[in-house]
């Protein structure tokens, strides 16, 4: 960890005390709040209204009850592709010696870098109210009541819920469960679809630069005051586009080589340095990971234009992931009582097969996630 994690970790400690110090003091209960160690909980009266009020319109229901057959399909087919998914990357990564998807859990920090957590957090949000109200619409529609609704925060990690009525829940059909447990999984992939067709529609497809993320420190970027979110746009006048342009570009210069950057705050001298690893290879200081630059069809301005294609891009890969994953048979995942709906028909024979796929999803979870790191 660099100073930066630690200090998050310090002020991240030293928020949690302050809140559960204030949770003694006030009478946070009477506001809906409700405060554990690294535990937030809020139980919003007007969520649970808002969610009744969706299911009840008469301009909507038509919608919700054609969608809740959909979802059904939807979530049986990322079921079977995340089983299968998780599958080919062990055989990909152990049998063939190949390094593809790394399957590892989100740590700011450790395995999410602080500066991805806003956009992280605003993903998370988005993805998790979604998921929810798509759960409590149509147990509504279903004709399950819903006794609470709300958000909570574990640590640094959003989520949200929605409180149903497990007796009526239980009572009903396994048809009408089923349409409930696959309703958040298949909102968020639909959700997913739409952000990338907005994705689409508001960039162009193809990159016209590179954002900058880290520099070496006295680098010679850093000394030409480039930092995180300029956008590199040629090298002595060779248009860089993506990250192959620049290491063509660089591998035949010299260090001690001055080259002209163009970048968003007009072309900047710069003068290479030897490489730490090879003294015979020139650097600019430029750290990976960057980000290729899309410009937007708004004329935004390359600073907005990044910011609002990162939003879309981490809101992107938060339902599709989430839906994805959701739908795995894993006890207190939304596929688990999915999978239990589908197979209570054939009693014990039923139960074993559910717990062969929980076995089968927890192991190649753990797998991925042992290979990946």
Same mark, same amino acid.
């Given at each position: 960890?660099?100073?930066?994690?630690?200090?998050?970790? !310090? #002020? =991240?400690?030293?928020?949690?005390? %302050? @809140?559960?110090?204030?949770?003694?003091? /006030?009478? $946070?209960?009477? +506001?809906? &709040?409700?405060?554990?160690?690294?535990?937030?909980?809020?139980?919003?009266?007007?969520?649970?209204?808002?969610?009744?009020?969706?299911?009840?319109?008469?301009?909507?229901?038509?919608?919700?009850?054609?969608?809740?057959?959909?979802?059904?399909?939807?979530?049986?087919?990322?079921?079977?592709?995340?089983?299968?998914?998780?599958?080919?990357?062990?055989?990909?990564? !152990? #049998? =063939?010696?190949?390094?593809?998807? %790394? @399957?590892?859990?989100?740590?700011?920090? /450790?395995? $999410?870098?602080? +500066?991805? &957590?806003?956009?992280?957090?605003?993903?998370?949000?988005?993805?998790?109210?979604?998921?929810?109200?798509?759960?409590?619409?149509?147990?509504?529609?279903?004709?399950?009541?819903?006794?609470?609704?709300?958000?909570?925060?574990?640590?640094?990690?959003?989520?949200?819920?929605?409180?149903?009525?497990?007796?009526?829940?239980?009572?009903?059909?396994?048809?009408?469960?089923?349409?409930?447990?696959?309703?958040?999984? %298949?909102?968020?992939?639909?959700?997913?679809? /739409?952000?990338?067709?907005?994705?689409?529609?508001?960039?162009?497809?193809?990159?016209?630069?590179?954002?900058?993320?880290?520099?070496?420190?006295?680098?010679?970027?850093?000394?030409?005051?480039?930092?995180?979110?300029?956008?590199?746009?040629?090298?002595?006048?060779?248009?860089?586009?993506?990250?192959?342009?620049?290491?063509?570009?660089?591998?035949?210069?010299?260090?001690?080589?001055?080259?002209?950057?163009?970048?968003?705050?007009?072309?900047?001298?710069?003068?290479?340095?030897?490489?730490?690893?090879?003294?015979?290879?020139?650097?600019?200081?430029?750290?990976?990971?960057?980000?290729?630059?899309?410009?937007?069809?708004?004329?935004?301005?390359?600073?907005?234009?990044?910011?609002?294609?990162?939003?879309?891009?981490?809101?992107?890969?938060?339902?599709?992931?989430?839906?994805?994953?959701?739908?795995?048979?894993?006890?207190?995942?939304?596929?688990?009582?999915?999978?239990?709906?589908?197979?209570?028909?054939?009693?014990?024979?039923?139960?074993?097969?559910?717990?062969?796929?929980?076995?089968?999803?927890?192991?190649?979870?753990?797998?991925?996630?042992?290979?990946?790191?």
């Amino acid at each position: 960890m660099n100073n930066d994690e630690y200090l998050f970790a !310090f #002020l =991240l400690l030293l928020f949690w005390l %302050a @809140i559960y110090m204030l949770s003694k003091i /006030l009478p $946070l209960k009477k +506001y809906g &709040l409700h405060v554990k160690p690294f535990f937030i909980k809020y139980e919003s009266e007007r969520f649970r209204k808002l969610l009744y009020k969706l299911s009840l319109s008469n301009r909507w229901r038509i919608l919700w009850k054609f969608s809740s057959h959909l979802n059904v399909f939807l979530s049986l087919g990322l079921m079977f592709f995340s089983i299968m998914f998780l599958l080919g990357n062990i055989t990909e990564m !152990f #049998l =063939l010696s190949e390094r593809k998807a %790394a @399957i590892v859990p989100v740590i700011p920090g /450790l395995t $999410l870098s602080l +500066y991805w &957590l806003p956009y992280f957090l605003v993903a998370i949000i988005v993805t998790v109210l979604t998921h929810e109200a798509a759960h409590g619409v149509i147990a509504l529609i279903e004709g399950v009541r819903i006794k609470s609704a709300g958000a909570f925060i574990f640590a640094v990690f959003p989520g949200g819920f929605v409180e149903v009525d497990e007796k009526e829940l239980n009572r009903l059909p396994s048809t009408s469960r089923i349409k409930i447990f696959s309703a958040g999984a %298949a909102s968020n992939i639909l959700g997913g679809l /739409l952000v990338f067709l907005l994705l689409s529609c508001l960039f162009t497809p193809t990159p016209s630069g590179i954002v900058v993320l880290n520099v070496l420190e006295n680098g010679p970027l850093d000394v030409a005051d480039i930092k995180r979110w300029d956008v590199i746009y040629a090298l002595n006048g060779t248009p860089i586009h993506t990250l192959q342009d620049l290491v063509n570009f660089m591998a035949n210069v010299k260090p001690r080589e001055k080259l002209v950057v163009s970048t968003n705050k007009g072309n900047i001298t710069i003068e290479t340095i030897p490489s730490p690893e090879n003294a015979s290879r020139a650097i600019i200081g430029i750290v990976f990971p960057s980000l290729l630059y899309y410009p937007s069809r708004l004329g935004l301005g390359f600073f907005w234009d990044v910011q609002t294609y990162l939003i879309l891009n981490w809101l992107f890969i938060a339902l599709v992931n989430v839906a994805i994953f959701n739908m795995l048979p894993i006890p207190l995942l939304d596929g688990d009582r999915f999978i239990q709906c589908l197979l209570e028909k054939f009693a014990d024979k039923g139960m074993l097969v559910k717990k062969f796929f929980n076995a089968l999803s927890l192991f190649l979870i753990i797998v991925n996630m042992a290979l990946s790191l």
